[in-house]
């Protein structure tokens, strides 16, 4: 496994409320795979992303639990230790490039300061690496692009300067936090392509996080469903997909259209998630799912695993 999350705890301190973004959550992530979080709005995937490079926002903290990247706990590490991982063993592809790059200064000289200052390599080298990195994320003409200034690329060749910026450490884990939505339904097809081939092609293990369900459908290998803070479900994507076990995961399955299913059979998810600071008793799912039972209302279902790659948490299957 490269990622071990055991027991996971990350609130935000609010005057008064305690909202509590992530709350046990138990995760492995195995090596070379695209593994997608999926989850609506407001179910902590990015506050998971976050804890992971331990980059909490205060009020935010990691109250408890551990993350293991291969046998470091990373929630143990101090700062100092921390700079070895962060941005070089683990690195991030932005959910908005253009916020990513400083505006007033060429794409090329962004790279090469990464390189040179983080990386510690020469100026020959740096720009030997950056060019190999532009191609591999193929972006057109990579010298001339990287004299180009942010507002000069368009976001999907901008979004492939922030790729190539994730990979120049060579990192061992890359986590896209909504890598396509900034961006037109076009060129998204491209990026998610090209975050494929990172995995297929490079072996790198990325973690791909993203509210659709269609996204992950066609990028990933394995999934995790987040719902209120918590995984309610995980396993392989196709044993995900054919055959969903918890309700919300079948919901939101269900709300993909698709050309061979008719409209009528489309299952629309009723009401809101609840507040992470007001979270329901019971199953956090029950005030939204068709077959809750009596102790759904009064107990949480533990996520019990099936077998050695699937998991749920819903009382239907304890
Ligand atoms: P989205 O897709 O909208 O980004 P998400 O699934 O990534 O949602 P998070 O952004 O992790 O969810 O948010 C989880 C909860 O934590 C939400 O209730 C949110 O309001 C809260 N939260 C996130 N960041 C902060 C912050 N800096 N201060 C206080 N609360 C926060
Ligand atoms: Fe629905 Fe009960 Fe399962 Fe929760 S535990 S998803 S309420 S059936």
Request: glycine letters at 6%; proline letters at 8%; charged letters at 25%.
């Amino acid at each position: 496994m490269i990622l071990k999350i055991c027991d996971l705890r990350v609130y935000y301190f609010l005057r008064d409320k305690v909202v509590r973004a992530i709350d046990k959550i138990d995760l492995e992530v195995p090596e070379g795979v695209v593994f997608g979080i999926v989850g609506e709005s407001g179910s902590g995937k990015s506050t998971l992303a976050h804890a992971i490079i331990r980059l909490i926002p205060p009020p935010g903290r990691i109250v408890s639990g551990s993350i293991f990247f291969r046998d470091l706990d990373l929630v143990k590490l101090s700062e100092k230790e921390l700079n070895k991982i962060r941005g070089n063993r683990i690195t991030m592809i932005p959910q908005d490039p253009i916020s990513s790059f400083n505006p007033t200064v060429r794409i090329g000289d962004q790279l090469l300061d990464v390189a040179i200052h983080k990386l510690g390599l020469s100026r020959r080298e740096a720009a030997k690496i950056i060019i190999e990195k532009l191609k591999l994320v193929r972006m057109p003409s990579p010298e001339i692009n990287m004299r180009k200034y942010p507002h000069e690329l368009s976001g999907g060749m901008l979004q492939r300067a922030a790729i190539a910026m994730a990979l120049l450490p060579d990192p061992d884990l890359i986590i896209a936090d909504e890598p396509t939505t900034a961006l037109d339904v076009t060129i998204q097809a491209a990026i998610l392509k090209l975050i494929r081939d990172l995995v297929d092609d490079l072996k790198k293990t990325v973690i791909l996080i993203t509210h659709n369900m269609g996204i992950v459908a066609e990028t990933c290998d394995k999934i995790a469903v987040m719902y209120a803070g918590q995984i309610v479900e995980l396993g392989d994507v196709y044993d995900m997909l054919s055959e969903p076990l918890h309700p919300y995961t079948r919901a939101l399955i269900m709300a993909v259209p698709r050309a061979d299913r008719e409209i009528e059979r489309l299952e629309p998810l009723v009401g809101e998630p609840p507040s992470l600071s007001d979270i329901p008793r019971g199953c956090r799912f029950h005030p939204r799912c068709r077959l809750a039972k009596p102790i759904c209302k009064r107990e949480e279902p533990p996520l019990r695993y099936l077998d050695s790659k699937r998991a749920v948490r819903c009382w239907l299957y304890v």
